[in-house]
């Protein structure tokens, strides 16, 4: 049986030099894939660490399980997994050595830590380089492990921030697929500014703006907020500017040599265009920043 | 707790791997393993001049140690930071880890110091030589370790390498060149053997006094500051505790630094001092220790009916009671002079006990060892140190000494029993530490460990030609009518000759 777990986020605030960051940021997450989205900047990195216990927030609270996190004196890192966006480790030790390293340091009570590293090893296909130096894995290995490291010992919440960067497509699908499977069993929540990924594997959005959470549901929810305002027209090339002044675009298709078909959003109730029906998580994130 | 520590401990041997598997530990350990083997036979002489001659790989390992560690503070990286939680629970898991490795490395050298040791030296001092050499390695180590952490820290990039080099060359560099004008200086930011500015006197070892233990001290406070301020950068809570000991910790260190010295011997003994008696014997009721206590009798007899009579004794030493014939008497310290007060009668004998103790370390004016007393090592040349009260005029006199030391001590008496010496002589002269005894033809040599005889007997040959050795030696030497010969240390200065005759014992001086 899977026991579904709760992450509750409250009212989080955070400063830095003087400057509002985060301002009483709030949600509850369980089980499955949450994709926090946010423009560069709009603080998705602060509120990950927060979670993670690496910055102490001005205000708010954290609970996973009804337990605060922020205040209890043990962090709970064996419940908890983190992989930052740029990982890193030593590169004069092994993979090996760093699970090994992280497995003891998270205390972790499995009856055998080999058993349990080497079928973490094979679930990531990390046997080939697992013994080598860090230095010499790439981008993808340096990634597996990456993610082997933060689901080691079960944790019950998964903090991933911008896991897909530096990832060619290949390596982005196979990530996707390691995702799907430790989410079954873990709040999983990742910060994210490739809108593509998000439409694929997250179950739940959070859509970060102006420091605050501005919307909170699936891909779907999201799509079916913006349809009535996401429109579409064919507009002639000479005359694309000129349409472009009038209304924000938010993706263009080139049709024919002289033809282009124009999504954009319809916040004024302009007569012309139609209403669009293929609408993309992409359109639909497009309109939320801009609404 | 047990599984607490149990995972503390691998989390250590991580670090361990981290900073063992690296290009950085290779260059570093093979260097001063290099280094110290060139030394072997160094060690085969005595284990404090391979400690004072082997600081080169001393600075090799320090450097290693520092930039090892400047480069793993430096990189701080996310992972590790979410795993440990703070700076300051990493910090101290490199602490311990550098730690580990200079026991490693220490305990390799002390195999080597083992191995390679002089047969002749005795256990305690192949004791006291290990135990310095640990001082030494882990305190001028682990000021390595914490000024490249203190810099990884503060500043995150290569600079900090080369901040921590700087600051590591001031350590190497300031002893030198405050050599010979400031002792205190040059002594407190030595990180090494502080013989390496001077001969090394292998005789004495190293003594572990006052000045030692600050000089320690200073060293051990100066890692326990940076690692204090280190602390106050990266752990937010009790900041009011920690600037309290940092300031604790940094008074004590200005308090050493102010009143570290090294005793000097001046030679000032008056020499217009009024003999009015003669002594007939001199009983001694001795300690030698870390202190020398005393309680001599001297049984004399006044030349005329006088109401005071002065004695020579340093001024190092506290007389702490005077009596004649049982009875206290009152007494008077001045510039190396005891002078007491009584009414003496001419011809009559007395009685005179003084009862006195102090500390005996007293180097010559380049910090050479010169006078001192340990449990291990002792230099108390009787004509030269006060180191008894005795008559400004010499004139050869009974001695009867009872000693109560742990060393084995050597002297121009005779021995007749264990720590019992008895003699007519005009010094009584008293000597151990690290000696080798040689008999040949008769004759016993006491001579440093390092020393071979036949480089005595070469020494010897060339005195015979020297114009400043009386005609009396030179013929002591050829016709060999001496019984024994002791290797003994005072100062020259003073126009004291190298070599003297003391009865049937030939004294030479080691300097």
């Known amino acids: ?291 | 707790m047990l599984q607490s520590l149990k995972s503390e401990s691998k989390v250590i041997f991580y670090y361990f791997k981290v900073t063992s598997k690296s290009i950085l530990t290779y260059i570093g350990i093979f260097l001063f393993t290099l280094l110290t083997f060139m030394r072997s036979s160094v060690v085969g002489e005595s284990i404090f001049t391979f400690i004072d001659y082997n600081y080169v790989a001393f600075i090799f390992c320090n450097l290693f140690f520092s930039v090892s560690a400047t480069q793993l503070m430096q990189k701080q990286l996310e992972s590790t930071l979410f795993l440990e939680r703070n700076l300051w629970q990493h910090v101290k898991r490199l602490y311990l880890t550098y730690f580990l490795m200079i026991t490693v490395l220490c305990s390799f050298v002390i195999i080597f110091i083992l191995f390679f040791n002089n047969p002749s030296t005795n256990y305690a001092f192949t004791l006291l030589g290990i135990i310095h050499f640990i001082v030494i390695f882990y305190s001028s180590n682990l000021v390595g370790v914490s000024i490249g952490i203190c810099a990884g820290y503060f500043i995150k990039n290569e600079l900090s390498t080369i901040l921590t080099l700087l600051i590591l060359g001031l350590f190497t560099a300031i002893p030198r060149i405050v050599a010979g004008k400031n002792d205190t200086l040059t002594a407190l930011f030595s990180l090494y053997d502080d013989h390496q500015f001077i001969m090394t006197n292998t005789l004495v070892g190293i003594l572990v006094n006052t000045s030692y233990l600050m000089d320690k001290l200073f060293l051990i406070l100066l890692i326990i500051t940076v690692a204090l301020i280190v602390r106050f950068a990266t752990y937010p809570k009790e900041k009011w505790l920690y600037s309290g000991l940092l300031l604790v910790v940094i008074s004590s260190q200005l308090l050493i630094l102010t009143n570290y010295s090294i005793p000097k011997f001046h030679y000032n003994y008056p020499t217009t001092l009024e003999q009015n008696y003669q002594i007939i014997e001199h009983n001694m009721n001795l300690t030698l220790s870390n202190k020398l206590k005393n309680q001599s009798t001297i049984s004399l007899i006044p030349l005329e009916k006088t109401d005071t009579i002065s004695l020579l004794l340093d001024d190092t030493f506290d007389v702490q009671q005077v009596r004649i014939n049982e009875q206290t008497v009152s007494y008077q310290r001045s510039n190396h002079v005891v002078t007491i007060a009584y009414p003496f009668q001419a011809q009559q004998q007395v009685e005179v006990t003084i009862q006195y103790e102090g500390t005996v370390y007293i180097a010559n004016n380049i910090n050479f060892d010169t006078f001192y007393v340990s449990p291990l090592a002792i230099n108390l040349p009787g004509d030269s140190f006060k180191w008894y009260p005795e008559a400004p005029a010499h004139t050869p006199i009974n001695f009867n000494i009872k000693i109560g030391s742990s060393a084995t001590i050597y002297s121009n008496l005779t021995q007749t029993q264990n720590f019992q010496f008895q003699g007519r002589a005009y010094s009584a002269h008293l000597f151990a530490g690290q000696y080798k005894i040689e008999e040949v033809d008769g004759i016993r040599y006491m001579l440093p460990i390092n020393y071979q005889l036949s480089t005595i007997e070469s020494y010897l040959q060339t005195i015979l030609d020297s114009p400043t050795v009386s005609e009396e030696i030179k013929k002591v030497i050829t016709d060999k009518t001496y019984q024994q010969l002791i290797v003994g240390i005072w100062p020259l200065e003073d126009g004291s000759d190298s070599i003297k005759m003391e009865g049937d014992t030939l004294l030479l001086n080691f300097i």
Do not use: W
Not at chain 1, 77 to 99: A, E, M, R, T
Not at chain 1, 127 to 156: C, D, H, M, N, T
Not at chain 1, 165 to 185: M, N
């Open chain 1, 1 to 291: 049986m899977i026991l579904n777990n709760q992450l509750i986020v409250e009212n989080i605030q955070y400063n830095y030099a003087k400057k509002n960051i985060l301002q009483d940021v709030s949600f509850t997450c369980s089980n499955g894939i949450i994709a926090l989205l946010g423009n560069n900047g709009a603080g998705k990195s602060t509120i990950m660490k927060i979670i993670a216990g690496m910055m102490k927030p001005a205000k708010g609270k954290v609970l996973l399980n009804n337990q605060s996190i922020l205040t209890s004196q043990n962090y709970p890192i064996h419940k908890i997994g983190y992989l930052p966006q740029d990982f890193d480790i030593y590169g004069n030790v092994s993979g090996y050595d760093f699970l090994s390293y992280v497995y003891d340091i998270k205390k972790l009570k499995q009856p055998s830590k080999k058993q349990v590293l080497d079928e973490l090893i094979a679930k990531f296909n990390l046997e080939e380089v697992i013994y080598k130096k860090f230095s010499s894995y790439s981008g993808g290995y340096k990634r597996r492990l990456g993610i082997a490291q933060a689901v080691l010992g079960e944790p019950k919440l998964i903090i991933i921030d911008e896991p897909s960067v530096g990832l060619d497509p290949i390596q982005r699908i196979e990530f996707r697929s390691y995702l799907a499977e430790i989410s079954r069993t873990a709040i999983t929540l990742i910060s994210t500014h490739i809108i593509e990924d998000v439409e694929l594997y997250s179950d739940e959005i959070l859509i970060l703006r102006e420091q605050h959470i501005q919307f909170q549901g699936s891909v779907e929810q999201l799509i079916q907020l913006s349809t009535p305002h996401i429109y579409s027209a064919n507009v002639q090339v000479d005359e694309l500017i000129a349409f472009k002044k009038k209304v924000r675009t938010i993706e263009e298709k080139r049709i024919s040599d002289t033809l282009i078909k124009v999504k954009f959003i319809n916040n004024q109730g302009e007569t012309f265009g139609n209403k669009e029906k293929e609408i993309s998580l992409e359109n639909a994130y497009v309109y939320f920043q801009n609404k």
